[in-house]
């Protein structure tokens, strides 16, 4: 059996290293969260940006996200435009602002924001 090779998935920017334990920032400072990990993976199924609400295709790379917050257990998957924004915008090679319209552009098309 041969698989289907989607050629139109997004793919990753950095090689998998970069990805491995990348964490998102977050503006909730009072959460506890414990046993977390992240990873670069392809997504089973469609799905939705925990980030900006953006659709995620079957077969997209994604950063999944996993751990326990405040004693519950959670996973979610950020798309790779808000990730590699992020570490762009952490290396210096993209302005805050620039990722900031990018983001919240993203957000309102997907409903995220109004």
């Not at 999944?64 to 924004?85: I, R, S, T, W």
Request: aromatic fraction near 10%; include cysteine.
């Amino acid at each position: 059996m041969t698989r289907k090779r989607n050629e139109n998935c997004r793919r990753a920017k950095y090689p998998k290293e970069r990805y491995d334990n990348f964490e998102m920032p977050s503006d909730d400072m009072d959460t506890d969260i414990r046993n977390w990990s992240s990873k670069l993976l392809r997504v089973r199924t469609d799905t939705v940006c925990a980030y900006c609400g953006a659709d995620i295709k079957k077969r997209d790379y994604a950063l999944a996200e996993k751990g326990f917050l405040d004693g519950q257990p959670f996973y979610v998957h950020n798309c790779l435009d808000c990730v590699e924004e992020t570490m762009d915008m952490q290396d210096g090679e993209l302005d805050p602002d620039d990722a900031l319209d990018r983001w919240t552009k993203r957000a309102r098309e997907s409903g995220y924001l109004e």
